[in-house]
């Protein structure tokens, strides 16, 4: 096994800013490749931000939007094989969108609807965890029971910045590290946690040195570059499938949008480093990347654009079509065979609802 | 049949139900090279090698997160919990994830997972290793609960749990995990969950009892000039409400008797049941004999805090005369 060794400093960059800073170039990827990753980014900024629309419209709920993150979800799934398995934050409801989810489905889950909660065997994507960073040892458990089968499949675990602070991703990265487990932990540090900074989340340097604790070598990327996203989770699967256990990958930006849509950052955020991030902004970013390619044009682009702009317009039109839940359901799901005493409840509720 | 102590018969269904099953395995601070500090999984290591049963770092809720992963990777774990008080690192995992999980996929997925642990007083341990944390337990959608008061039924209940589609958590009373003696089946032996052992019948009085509590329930009776049933729970959740209620009918009058503190604790709810569907059948109040609600206290005056004998007999006394 490698020596585990502090993570560099400095931020992994593939795509250059068209002026003083070149463009660099990455591994395996064909012009299809490419533009496949630019519709998979447009797809998620267009759920992003409908789906802030949808909420003002009031035809979604409470939402915790992932403007600017979306190139961080994007390289890093795209590096990943079908029988690889997500576990995403509330940060990545979407991430399913990229394993052929309809939009539909998460747009229901935004709307408290049980059409949102899906099978997570259908994508290898894991239920949205909402309690913070309590999902890391579920993938570490994961990727552990793969291993013991001696399937190949790894697991990827998405957290933000504030998660590392929780006692579940320390747990879940020591056993990660201990039994030598095929994960990927992927960090989103966009530096804030609500209102709460990175600064006063930890006294580390950076995040990437928590992992030299766990036996883990990190990689620290700009976590806007979709590219160098995907090479660094490149690495980690490949050191995942050959055997060598857990990698820390820190993704680093500047939160660019509220926590979520009851949250007003104004009060506690440093507007100029909004302004430079929206300026920065992945979708962007890349676009102008395959420009100066010469691999997308505007005509493209805005075929690109239309066709998530559809897609999720058919399918907020498709969750608003779902027939209303039947309270029924409330009593289903919670054990294998529904308890008796549930069935009276039930039995009870029926009577009082429909008399 | 062979008679084994409680805590010899947790080793032989573990044993038993890892031989049937090659996707069952154990989990937990210390249960590999040294067999649990009880003992409770001596030999599983050598037999099933590293893999199944594995000593885990010392992480409560690492051991029962990454158990969820596991199911999800079809293997069904029984994570041991070394002691009832250092449970708790685990209960955010259980409330969040362990009970909602099948929910959560709509049904689409089970989570199989047995949590077991050694619970109770009585036993002159320091601070924290004494507790009976039941309540915190049935409390939780999703979970079901089981409490053996006999080596068979610790065997039994065990292997139903780590059969069962749903997660089961088993607390072991460990005040009698060695003095405990009796005769379990050698195999397969199942008990399953949701029924009550009606451990002796009677007319005038019914003790209601789980772990520990149910031979203190059996001495009691037997200090009484009457006819006293006794019921052992057994399965917390789901309760057999049936056994409870027909001997509610059959003598009106009950004592309920749990270790854990008095307040919101398990005997509030057979109490509530008591109450819902058999009051027209009392003579008299229900009445608990319970822990304290104080902390579990130092060990030389812990005798004054578990129910004994004469509590139950004093309050089976005053509710024989209504």
Known sequence: ?355 | MPELTLVEAVNDALRSEMERDETVMVMGEDVGRAGGVFRATAGLRDRFGPDRCVDTPLAEAGILGTAVGLCMAGWRPVCEMQYDAFSYPCLDQLVNHVGRYRWRTRGAMAFPIVVRMPYGGGVRAPELHDDSPEAYYAHTPGVKVAIPSTPADAKGLLSAAIRDPDPVVVLEPKLIYRTARGEVPEGEHVVPLGRMRVVREGGDLTIVAYGAMVSVAEQAADALDASVEVLDVQTLKPLDEETLLASVAKTGRVVIVQEAPRLAGYGAELAAVIAEKGILDLHGPVLRVTGYDVPYPYWQIEDAYMPSVARVVDAARRLLSF
Not at chain 1, 127 to 155: D, F
């Open chain 1, 1 to 355: 096994m490698a020596q585990v060794l502090p993570a560099e400093r400095g931020l992994r960059r593939i795509i250059g800013d068209g002026e003083s800073t070149p463009d660099g170039e990455v591994d395996g990827l064909d012009e299809s490749d490419f533009l496949e990753l630019y519709r998979r980014l447009v797809l998620l900024r267009t759920y992003d931000e409908r789906s802030v629309v949808y909420h003002r419209q009031g035809r979604i709920g409470t939402y915790a939007m992932f403007w600017n993150h979306e190139a961080m979800q994007v390289g890093s799934v795209s590096a990943l094989r079908a029988e690889d398995w997500i576990f995403p934050s509330y940060r990545e409801s979407a991430i399913g969108l990229l394993r052929g989810m309809a939009p539909a489905t998460v747009l229901s889950w935004w709307r408290g609807h049980p059409a949102g909660w899906w099978n997570p065997l259908d994508y290898n994507v894991a239920s949205i965890c909402v309690p913070i960073a309590t999902h890391v040892p579920h993938a570490a458990g994961l990727a552990w029971g793969k291993k013991l089968r001696g399937e190949e499949a790894m697991a990827i675990v998405y957290f933000g910045d504030g998660a590392t602070s929780e006692g579940a991703f320390h747990e879940g990265a020591n056993f990660a590290g201990v039994m030598r487990v095929p994960l990927i932990l992927l960090c989103n540090n966009n530096q804030w946690a609500i209102s709460t900074p990175l600064q006063a989340q930890t006294a580390a340097p950076t995040l990437a040195d928590k992992a030299i604790g766990y036996g883990m070598p990190a990689a620290r990327v700009d976590g806007a570059d979709v590219l160098a996203v995907y090479e660094a989770t490149m690495e980690a699967a490949a050191r995942a499938r050959a055997g060598e256990g857990p990698t820390f990958i820190e993704a680093v930006t500047y939160r660019a949008a509220p926590h979520g849509t009851a949250d007003d950052p104004s009060a506690y955020i440093d507007q100029a480093r909004v302004e430079e991030a929206r300026q920065g902004e992945c979708v962007g970013r890349f676009e102008g990347y395959l420009r100066r390619l010469g691999l997308l044009d505007d005509d493209t682009v805005a075929a690109v654009k239309a066709e998530a702009t559809e897609a999720i317009r058919a399918g907020m039109a498709a969750a608003e079509a779902e027939p209303p839940a039947d309270p029924g359901l409330v009593f289903e799901y919670a054990y294998a065979e529904r308890p008796a005493r549930l069935t009276d409840d039930l039995a009870e509720l029926r009577r009082v609802l429909d008399a």
